[in-house]
């Protein structure tokens, strides 16, 4: 047996969907907004997981320009049909609308880190499609929604064969079953003589929970098991919440598991805050002598530490094509990603040369300032995954802003309305009002401190600092506190007060927030897109 600690996938890693070929296991998540497009981690032991590589070319034309926050790549699922990889997706347009605006689509590839064919475009009911390979047939499964008015935005899971060849639908599309709680996140398996189905049950907050159906047909009708399989619903003391979304699978020597996303909250006067997004989990699954999936430890709720079987020996066979010696495959895939690879990450589109420049000053990350921080269409923006409670980030800058239009800087960022960014910029002479004076001569430059949240923005603090030299800047988390700082002679020191982290959360604001928060570096120019800034020595710790 392997003790794993959960999350095994910590900070934004949500909607794992889990899929065993050979001896390695690979989960594959939602990005959203982000790229790189739907990241997956491998593991040998389902405790120690990487980074594998990622669906490159999943957005239709390599850019998810203008999807709202919170939109884009939803609930991958990935699955192995003892040949090759497959990925059914959607990207999901328009967020907390009648409309999700779906364009569902399948990519296959012989290696999760090698080429994927085009993504062609397939029935597109809602998100959170999967696919089920059985008996050579495979089955399209989907979420609907009802727009209309007095509709069900989650009204029933249904199922459309599909020719394997063609992706084209055969026959017509079935409803499985319909629920009175909200359901989602469909995947099916065959174990003696039934088809289960696994769902996502009661929406992706506090509420989440992992419920089971079956049926001797995989058309149906399907019954509904009467208690959940996993939730953390009933019980907010549990250090895992949101426990929800969930796909089984079977390990070589035929014992199951688990995977499902949770969160990590962050008790806060305001309530609960999630920060670090939902993550990835793995819980061990026993059957009981009715034929359900039930936690072996009793009840429902999941465990921060679980035994789960070790591969037995020999190992079996590797998926064809893998690399003799994995282990040594992992730094080759970091590598062939660039320097800009993961764990960076951007908004909307891939980073490019043309804003991201690492070859211009050797050790050093050029950026070209674009729109501004709030644009869902070209921020210059690099950007790493918190993924503890306790973190820092720190970087030295060099630039020579000479408008208040530009600037560049250190950014905590969740989305568009909820980011804090300590930023050198121009400023008018103290006591100079502020009057848009771009086009003066003089001022000054400064480190400006910005919170944004969905009410409002404001400055924080103002910091005149050399215009001709470069300045490190950083900030220290902890739990729902961020203290933004910068060096000056060799010393650190405070840049305003103490600031609320817990804004940057799932559970912050009155819109619907899915990914995590970011600790990055940025720069902006409004009027030109001219303007540059230099960045070495990025870190960010987190413990």
């Not at 003696?192 to 989440?208: C, I, K, N, P």
Request: proline fraction near 8%; charged fraction near 25%.
């Amino acid at each position: 047996m392997t003790l794993l600690h959960n999350p095994v996938i910590r900070g934004f890693a949500p909607d794992p969907s889990l899929v065993r070929a050979g001896d390695w296991y690979y989960v594959a998540t939602s990005s959203f907004e982000w790229f790189p497009t739907i990241p997956v981690h491998r593991s040998r032991d389902l405790a120690h997981w990487q980074y594998a590589g990622h669906v490159r070319g999943a957005a239709p034309g390599d850019s998810l320009a203008g999807v709202p926050d919170s939109g884009g790549i939803w609930a991958p699922s990935l699955s192995w049909d003892g040949e090759r990889f497959w990925v059914v997706y959607s990207v999901v347009r328009s967020v907390g609308t009648p409309y999700f605006d779906t364009d569902t689509y399948v990519s296959t590839a012989a290696e999760v880190s090698g080429r994927w064919t085009t993504p062609q475009r397939v029935g597109s009911h809602g998100f959170d499609p999967a696919l089920f390979h059985h008996e050579g047939r495979l089955w399209l499964l989907n979420l609907q929604n009802d727009h209309r008015p007095g509709g069900r935005r989650f009204a029933g899971i249904v199922l459309t064969e599909l020719d394997r060849k063609t992706l084209n639908p055969v026959g017509g599309t079935h409803l499985l079953l319909q629920h009175e709680r909200l359901v989602e996140g469909p995947k099916l398996l065959w174990r003696d003589g039934w088809y289960y189905l696994v769902l996502a049950e009661g929406g992706t907050g506090f509420e989440h929970g992992v419920r089971v159906a079956r049926a001797r047909a995989v058309t149906g009708p399907y019954e509904l098991d009467e208690r959940p399989l996993l939730t953390s619903r009933d019980d907010p003391s549990l250090p895992l919440q949101k426990a929800g979304h969930g796909e089984l699978v079977r390990t070589p020597g035929g014992d199951w598991v688990l995977s499902h996303l949770t969160a990590r909250p962050v008790r806060t006067p305001e309530g609960p805050r999630c920060t670090l997004g939902r993550e990835t989990a793995v819980q061990a699954v026993a059957w009981d002598e009715d034929g359900w999936p039930r936690m072996p430890h009793g009840g429902w709720h999941p465990a921060v530490e679980v035994d789960v079987p070790t591969h037995p020996e020999p190992l079996p066979p590797r998926p064809t094509g893998s690399d003799p010696e994995p282990e040594r495959l992992l730094p080759r895939l970091a590598a062939s990603e660039g320097p800009l690879g993961w764990p960076w990450s951007t908004l909307r589109a891939a980073p490019d040369p043309s804003w991201a420049d690492t070859t211009s000053r050797p050790g050093w990350i050029r950026l070209r300032g674009r729109h501004g921080p709030e644009s869902r269409w070209a921020h210059s923006l690099l950007a790493q995954r918190i993924t503890e409670h306790r973190a820092e980030a720190e970087v030295t800058a060099e630039a020579r802003p000479d408008t208040f239009t530009q600037a560049a800087g250190l950014v905590l960022r969740y989305n568009a309305e909820a980011y804090l960014s300590l930023d050198l910029t121009w400023a008018e002479h103290e006591g100079e009002g502020q009057r848009g004076q771009q086009w003066r001569a003089g001022g000054r430059t400064v480190l400006r401190l910005v919170e944004r949240d969905e009410a409002s923005t404001r400055t924080v603090a103002v910091v005149d600092v050399d215009a001709d030299a470069p300045v490190t800047l950083g900030v220290t988390v902890d739990g729902a506190e961020a203290r933004f700082w910068c060096v000056r002679g060799g010393v650190r020191t405070p840049v305003g007060e103490p600031l609320d982290f817990g804004r940057l959360s799932d559970d912050h604001g009155s819109k619907l927030r899915f990914t995590g928060s970011m600790a990055g570096i940025h720069a902006v120019d409004l009027v030109d897109a001219e303007f540059t800034a230099d960045f070495t020595g990025f870190r960010l710790v987190c413990w």
